[in-house]
């Protein structure tokens, strides 16, 4: 099989779609790996080192479309990208269709391009192994970044987020007891905030409480979220529905009630946002003030600890890489459930039921 690796062209985005160890491998098993020139560089990996794996460096985007048959890319193409996607392409990456503008999935149904999705790869018990890799990862993000956005330089309202004696820690709301929810949970507890952890899943609560959670836990009804976030510093959205577009939990109107100056981070915002308030931004101008509230809404956010990333990502979604090439699609799907589930698009139509929910039926 042939491989194609592209320079991730979105703004801060310095990862990888795969490190020279997996190219190794599978250059040895015999197959063919094209390697954008200079597609690693951000994530501490050199044409060189790829070379030396056996990969084929290439110079131009389109050349890596062409010559590939498997497009290993970590987020979602962009505009001129989708343009390069030939019939029988398969695409994988974060792909967040439920979000995509229009024509990207139209382009993927007509060129009938196979989508996997690593976000929405999923075992039988629920668990989504390579989404969980850069969830982690991002929820240990979380915590550092509204230490700072709190302070006065950076428009908060110049609060320190453990406190000191004498005078109380931070008030976190954090929305979704996932991945990242559990981990920035730990992250904002451990630097001495006040934490509030609520989820609709009274299960995964009473999880949290026997594994020994510092974190306040409440049931998310819309009446507890709306009393919670009156009183927050910090408002931290990690809603996750997988394949669909993120629900709204947190209004306008709830919005209106926070503190002036306090923070909002929408963590969701890969897949829409569950703020109303939300809206994307990127790292060279991460924040914006709504409703007297700082939003902190980049997707992609793990893209600037890239080589920690690229790893984990590595770790993560190599099993399944390894099943396609050495089965070949349509065996690995039939083998594999959690693959499966991971397949977006398919022979020209939408084959994941909560992304053709989200799009109104597809095709």
Not at 90 to 117: D, K, M, N, S, Y
Request: net charge neutral; proline share 5%.
């Amino acid at each position: 099989m042939d491989f194609g690796i592209p320079k991730q062209k979105r703004p801060f985005d310095y990862r990888v779609g795969m490190t020279p160890m997996g190219v190794e491998v599978l250059t040895r098993q015999g197959h063919r790996v094209y390697v954008e020139h200079d597609a690693g560089q951000g994530s501490g990996f050199e044409d060189e080192h790829y070379r030396q794996a056996g990969a084929q460096i290439v110079y131009s985007q389109e050349e890596v479309y062409g010559r590939g048959q498997l497009i290993l890319t970590v987020s979602r193409p962009t505009e001129q990208e989708f343009d390069l996607l030939q019939p029988g392409h398969i695409l994988c990456g974060f792909l967040h269709l439920a979000v995509a503008h229009p024509a990207r999935l139209e382009t993927l149904l007509q060129r009938q391009v196979t989508a996997v999705a690593y976000e929405t790869i999923q075992t039988a018990d629920g668990r989504l192994p390579v989404l969980a890799a850069a969830s982690q990862i991002a929820g240990r993000m979380i915590a550092p970044i509204a230490s700072q956005l709190l302070q006065n330089n950076e428009g908060g309202h110049g609060i320190l987020l453990g406190g000191v004696p004498g005078v109380p820690p931070a008030k976190v709301v954090i929305l979704g007891a996932g991945i990242v929810g559990v981990n920035a949970a730990r992250m904002f507890s451990g630097m001495g905030a006040d934490v509030t952890l609520l989820d609709s899943d009274l299960g995964k609560l009473q999880s949290l409480e026997e594994r020994g959670c510092r974190a306040r836990t409440i049931v998310a009804y819309d009446f507890n979220v709306a009393k919670v976030i009156r009183r927050a510093d910090v408002v931290v959205g990690a809603v996750l529905i997988p394949g669909a577009r993120t629900p709204i939990v947190v209004t306008r109107e709830m919005v209106r009630t926070m503190k002036p100056r306090s923070v909002i981070m929408d963590v969701s915002i890969d897949q829409g946002g569950c703020v109303e308030t939300s809206r994307p931004t990127t790292y060279q101008s991460p924040t914006y003030i709504e409703e007297g509230v700082i939003h902190y809404c980049v997707p992609n956010m793990t893209g600037v600890v890239a080589r920690t990333t690229t790893h984990a990502l590595n770790n993560a979604f190599w099993p399944f890489i390894r099943e396609i090439a050495e089965r070949g699609l349509a065996e690995a799907i039939e083998a594999n459930s959690a693959l499966r589930l991971g397949i977006n698009t398919h022979n020209g139509g939408i084959v994941h039921p909560m992304l053709r929910e989200s799009v109104g039926g597809g095709q």
